[in-house]
């Protein structure tokens, strides 16, 4: 399958080169497309070089800072215009192990429209962090999958492989959030479009260089979205039931 890595970044000029040649070395086949928001750093410039050095490797230079969420449907775009078969989101400062992109790539292969990186599965984890943080994850995940009739453990993982089957069924334009709650609203809208999720576990590793793009702006957003997009949900199946009811 023609596979791309998108690799959303700003200000990762510490970890863009090594993220490129580890995800190089283990599937060597996949092109690399590098999402950079203007980071005044020189992270894209760093990015084309490292390109230069390997080869398949592209950078979508983009205006200005503009959301992870934004950055992954420019390059969903940028992929399904150059007809890539499967579409795997990642981040740039190696918190996803690249050795782990065979697995995922292997669940799509046999079938899963989502192969997600998940944390909180048989296998899974995540080694050095705290336990209220690991709380809040995992409370958070818990919340969106009963908010939603998920039967995900993990819908806020952000490395994962789409089929780009189903990203094409997906409208991305209608999808607005950001951060967590893009994760959480791209897992919902496959789901409901019918699409199979699997979840191959993974080691999650806190970055080593750099600031986490991370805020509690972010982390709000998402458990607010999350509540509108369960009641819209919950009526609009309401009404369903109403429609098909006799009389």
């Not at 490292?50 to 992954?72: C, D, M, N």
């Not at 789409?162 to 951060?179: E, F, H, M, N, P």
């Not at 609203?185 to 993974?202: D, N, S, T, Y």
């Amino acid at each position: 399958m023609r596979t791309l890595i998108a690799v959303p970044t700003y200000q990762e000029a510490g970890n863009v080169a090594g993220v490129i040649r580890r995800i190089r070395a283990v599937v060597p086949e996949a092109e690399i497309l590098v999402i950079d928001d203007a980071s005044p750093d020189g992270t894209a410039n760093i990015a084309e070089a490292a390109g230069q050095e390997l080869g398949h490797v592209s950078v979508l230079r983009r205006p200005g800072k503009s959301g992870l969420g934004s950055a992954y449907r420019d390059g969903f775009a940028w992929a399904l215009e150059r007809g890539f078969e499967v579409v795997v989101e990642m981040d740039a400062d190696l918190s996803h192990d690249p050795a782990s992109l065979p697995d995922l790539l292997q669940a799509v292969a046999k079938g899963a429209d989502l192969a997600l990186g998940s944390r909180y599965v048989a296998g899974g984890g995540i080694p050095r962090w705290t336990w209220h943080r690991r709380a809040l994850s995992r409370w958070g995940n818990r919340y969106a999958s009963w908010a939603l009739g998920l039967d995900i453990a993990d819908a806020t993982s952000g490395f994962r492989a789409y089929r780009a089957d189903t990203l094409r069924d997906i409208d991305l334009a209608s999808v607005r959030a950001d951060g967590y709650g893009f994760q959480i609203e791209m897992a919902f809208l496959v789901v409901r479009a019918g699409g199979k999720v699997v979840e191959v576990p993974i080691q999650f590793a806190d970055r080593t260089q750099g600031n986490s793009k991370m805020s509690s702006r972010i982390v709000v957003e998402a458990l607010g979205l999350v509540t509108w997009w369960g009641v819209h949900e919950r009526l609009h199946q309401r009404r369903l039931g109403r429609r098909a009811s006799p009389g």
